[in-house]
């Protein structure tokens, strides 16, 4: 997922879909040219929090780890075979 939203909007457009209560920053880190920084935040809801990572690439653009292109490729199953 890509937005040149800030990162609150993309936040609060989840928040909103999910039907999620409010959300609480775990992490923050920025590197240290400034041009890259990393959150991750937790959003609760009735059935269980939701944990969301996402990062700010140098042109401003906000992406969701994983990318929904590297999905197939974050998994642990070739780890344990």
């Not at 890509?2 to 457009?13: A, D, F, Y």
């Not at 920025?30 to 990393?38: A, M």
């Not at 809801?45 to 992406?63: A, E, K, M, N």
Request: charged share 20%.
């Amino acid at each position: 997922m890509v937005t040149k939203n800030s990162l609150r909007g993309l936040r609060e457009k989840l928040q909103a879909t999910a039907g999620a209560m409010p959300a609480r920053l775990l992490a923050l880190h920025g590197s240290q040219d400034g041009l890259t920084c990393r959150v991750c935040i937790e959003i609760r809801r009735p059935d269980g929090p939701i944990v969301l990572f996402f990062y700010r690439h140098g042109d401003g653009t906000w992406h969701v780890f994983p990318p929904v292109d590297n999905l197939g490729r974050m998994g642990f199953e070739r780890l344990v075979a």
